[in-house]
């Protein structure tokens, strides 16, 4: 249960530590692989506890023990958060290969069964198998967490509501999860399915107030339903700790490029959003349509059209960036984070999951793991 309630009236777990408005950090779920057949590695456990000094504060234990999170520190650009990233990617692989491991960047692996799963050792994911049961060994699935900072939490609040609304936008240009068990599924993000089977996933409802989201989630821990608000893994949530809202819902990327590229996008639609205003409130109310605009993004990724409540029509997903990049350009100068938008124009042309389909076509699912692997460290062959 949570401590007692600080002094202005708040559980001490939503007290909002001030961060660097528009600061911005990313976090990969990385998979480890093993060379000789391209099967995962489990064994996460075993790498963390032999990394350099210069990597360990950065890379953690997730659910699964084929899983390792790499997190950049805050930064003020993108451009700086990308310099990091790429050091962390190569520092990561450098370290595997004395294990005889590689790493690799996706949304899912292509040919991973449940039964081979192993749940990582650490007090927190055996409490995630204890609640969530064998639910907690199906397939790892691989996000990109982007971190905006806000300085207060009113002002988080009204962002998180308002990302909400660009959410399977967000999803569709990221979708890099073809495959599934050995096949193709016929959707371009299948991570988001599979990770659907958790409780406390997908868009959260929008709040009323800061006070409005601490008493939701105050009661549900008062309740003992989870044991910390890390527990909820919804598609955007505060972190009131780091001071940031954090968009979850993207696929795992197959280069830092591509991930800073969607974390240039997201810092532009925070500014938009914050300093402007950009989606209809209309939208921000429609629940529904949320909802089965998250499914279109899922199913068909960037060939997704997106239903507009207000003109009453679906919108094609390269139309919304295309009006996106209009009205947030000025927006991204300010941030100095235009020219990282070009990866995102790029994903639109052909994302994650386009090119996993293409690769499938001339060398095999294995092959297509291959591919990925090797261009872990490097940038995306245009």
């Not at 001490?12 to 998979?31: D, F, L, N």
């Not at 595997?96 to 039964?115: E, K, N």
């Not at 207060?152 to 308002?162: C, V």
């Not at 207000?310 to 984070?337: F, N």
């Amino acid at each position: 249960m949570p401590g007692p309630p600080v002094a202005d009236g708040l559980p001490e777990w939503a007290e909002w530590r001030t961060s660097k408005p528009y600061s911005i950090g990313i976090e990969e779920e990385v998979m480890l692989l093993k060379p000789d057949g391209w099967g995962l590695a489990h064994r996460a456990e075993d790498i963390l506890a032999r990394l350099p000094a210069t990597l360990e504060s950065h890379a953690t234990a997730e659910t699964h023990q084929a899983v390792i999170e790499l997190a950049t520190s805050p930064h003020r650009t993108v451009e700086e958060t990308a310099r990091e990233a790429v050091g962390l990617r190569a520092a990561l692989a450098q370290a595997l290969r004395s294990h005889g491991l590689s790493a690799a960047g996706a949304g899912t692996h292509p040919l991973a069964v449940w039964t081979e799963t192993q749940v990582s050792p650490g007090a927190r994911y055996q409490v995630v198998y204890e609640s969530m049961r064998e639910l907690a060994r199906r397939e790892p699935t691989f996000a990109l967490h982007v971190h905006i900072g806000v300085v207060d939490p009113e002002r988080a609040m009204i962002l998180q509501n308002r990302l909400r609304t660009h959410l399977p936008f967000l999803l569709a240009i990221s979708a890099n999860s073809p495959f599934w068990q050995g096949r193709d599924t016929g959707l371009a993000s299948t991570r988001t399915p599979i990770f659907q089977a958790f409780p406390r996933v997908g868009i959260p409802r929008a709040f009323a107030s800061y006070a409005d989201y601490v008493a939701v989630v105050d009661g549900l821990l008062r309740c003992d339903a989870f044991p910390a608000p890390t527990f909820l893994w919804w598609d955007v949530r505060l972190q009131p700790t780091l001071g940031t809202v954090e968009v979850r819902i993207m696929d795992a990327q197959t280069t830092a490029d591509e991930s800073c590229g969607l974390a240039a996008l997201v810092q532009t639609i925070a500014h938009l959003e914050l300093e402007e205003g950009y989606h209809d409130p209309r939208l921000i109310d429609a629940y529904e349509i949320l909802q089965e605009n998250r499914f279109l993004a899922a199913r068909d990724g960037v060939a997704a059209g997106l239903l507009d409540p207000i003109a009453e029509r679906k919108v094609p997903v390269r139309r919304m960036l295309e009006d996106l990049l209009d009205a947030g350009r000025d927006h991204a100068q300010e941030l100095g984070c235009e020219s990282a938008l070009d990866e995102v124009t790029a994903l639109v042309r052909a994302n994650g999951a386009v090119r996993q389909r293409e690769l499938a076509g001339g060398r095999g699912l294995s092959g297509v793991i291959g591919r990925l692997s090797s261009m872990f460290t490097g940038p995306v062959p245009r």
